[in-house]
C-alpha cells in the first residue's frame, strides 16, 4: 500500500513546467514526509481542470456519505484504491470511470519486515525526477462543506518493491503505487477511456526506473519529522546480509 509521501520539495516552478499546469498562489509548503492518516492535501491535477495544480485532502469521501463522523471515518479506508476492485467498490467505481486525476511526488516510503521489526525505505525515480500517481478523486458535499478528496491507485508490485512490500495485510497480497510514466498521464485523464481501457492502463512501473534506499524511522521518538534529512539514506547493519547491498 501507499500511505508516505514526498511531495513540493522542489521549486514550483519546477512542477509547473514538468506537468504544464499552473499552480496560482495556494500557499506553498514542502513536504519531506507526510503520512495519509493526518489527510494532508496534496498537489494534484484532475481531468476536469488538467491545466491547474490544485490541493486536494488525501482520503477519498464517497459522494453518497452524509454525516461527518462517517466522512472522517471512511478516510482511513480509502487513502488507496487497489486497481482490481476499482470499479466495484462503491466507494471507488463511480471516480474510477469519471474522475481520474495525476498525485504528484517527488518519492515515496514503504516498509520492509525482519524478525518482526520494520525498516523504512525510501524510493524514487532514478532520475530524481518527479511523478504521477494514478488517482481517482471526488468532490464531497455536504450542508455547507464542499471538500475535494483522492485516492491513490495500488496495483501488483514490481519484484523489487514485493521484496521491501513483503508484510502486507492477512488479506492481502503485496502491492505498490501506480505510478505513471510521464508519456502516459495525458491518458490517465481522458474521461472517455473504457473500464477496460483503463484497468490495462494500470501496471507496476518496472524496477528499472526507480531506486531505493533505507532511511531513518518514520515513527517513534527517533522520527525527525517533515525535514529534508527524512530522506537522507541511513544503514541498518541487520539489512546488509540479507541485500549483500543497501545502495
Given at each position: 500500500m501507499?500511505?508516505?509521501?514526498?511531495y513540493?520539495?522542489?521549486?514550483?516552478?519546477y512542477?509547473?513546467k514538468?506537468?504544464?499546469?499552473?499552480?496560482?498562489?495556494?500557499p506553498?509548503?514542502?513536504?519531506?514526509?507526510?503520512?495519509?492518516?493526518?489527510?494532508?492535501?496534496?498537489?494534484?491535477?484532475?481531468?476536469?481542470?488538467?491545466?491547474?495544480?490544485?490541493?486536494l485532502?488525501?482520503?477519498?469521501?464517497p459522494?453518497w456519505?452524509?454525516d461527518?463522523?462517517?466522512?472522517h471515518?471512511i478516510?482511513?479506508?480509502?487513502?488507496?484504491?487497489?486497481?482490481?476492485t476499482l470499479f466495484?467498490k462503491?466507494?471507488f467505481?463511480?471516480?474510477?470511470?469519471?474522475?481520474r486525476?495525476?498525485?504528484?511526488?517527488?518519492?515515496?516510503?514503504?516498509?520492509?519486515?525482519?524478525?518482526?521489526?520494520?525498516?523504512p525505505?525510501y524510493?524514487?525515480?532514478?532520475?530524481?525526477?518527479?511523478?504521477?500517481?494514478?488517482?481517482?478523486?471526488?468532490?464531497?458535499?455536504?450542508?455547507?462543506?464542499i471538500r475535494?478528496?483522492?485516492a491513490?491507485i495500488t496495483?501488483?508490485?514490481n519484484?523489487?518493491?514485493?521484496?521491501i512490500?513483503?508484510r502486507p495485510?492477512?488479506?492481502?497480497?503485496?502491492?505498490m503505487?501506480?505510478?505513471?510514466k510521464p508519456?502516459?498521464?495525458g491518458?490517465?485523464?481522458?474521461?472517455r477511456?473504457s473500464p477496460?481501457?483503463?484497468?490495462?492502463m494500470?501496471?507496476?512501473l518496472?524496477q528499472?526506473?526507480?531506486?531505493?534506499?533505507t532511511?531513518n524511522?518514520?515513527r517513534?521518538?527517533?522520527?525527525?519529522g517533515?525535514?529534508?534529512?527524512?530522506?537522507s539514506?541511513?544503514?541498518?547493519?541487520?539489512?546488509?546480509?540479507?541485500?549483500?547491498?543497501?545502495?
Open positions: 501507499c500511505y508516505d509521501v514526498a513540493l520539495t522542489k521549486k514550483i516552478e512542477y509547473e514538468r506537468f504544464n499546469a499552473s499552480y496560482g498562489d495556494i506553498f509548503a514542502p513536504m519531506y514526509h507526510s503520512n495519509g492518516f493526518d489527510h494532508m492535501d496534496l498537489p494534484v491535477v484532475t481531468n476536469v481542470n488538467p491545466d491547474q495544480i490544485q490541493m485532502t488525501w482520503g477519498l469521501i459522494e456519505v452524509r461527518t463522523e462517517k466522512a471515518k478516510q482511513n479506508n480509502t487513502l488507496n484504491a487497489r486497481d482490481d466495484e462503491p466507494s467505481k463511480k471516480a474510477a470511470q469519471d474522475r486525476c495525476l498525485v504528484l511526488a517527488d518519492g515515496f516510503y514503504d516498509h520492509h519486515w525482519k524478525d518482526q521489526q520494520s525498516y525505505f524510493i524514487q525515480r532514478k532520475d530524481q525526477e518527479s511523478f504521477a500517481f494514478g488517482g481517482i478523486w471526488e468532490t464531497w458535499r455536504y450542508q455547507d462543506i475535494n478528496t483522492f491513490i496495483t501488483d508490485p519484484e523489487r518493491m514485493a521484496w512490500h513483503n495485510r492477512a488479506s492481502e497480497s503485496p502491492r503505487p501506480f505510478i505513471l508519456e502516459e498521464e491518458a490517465w485523464l481522458d474521461s477511456l477496460e481501457e483503463v484497468r490495462d494500470i501496471k507496476p518496472p528499472e526506473f526507480l531506486v531505493d534506499h532511511v524511522r518514520l517513534g521518538k527517533s522520527y525527525s517533515n525535514q529534508p534529512t527524512i530522506r539514506p541511513h544503514v541498518y547493519e541487520e539489512l546488509i546480509t540479507e541485500q549483500g547491498s543497501l545502495f
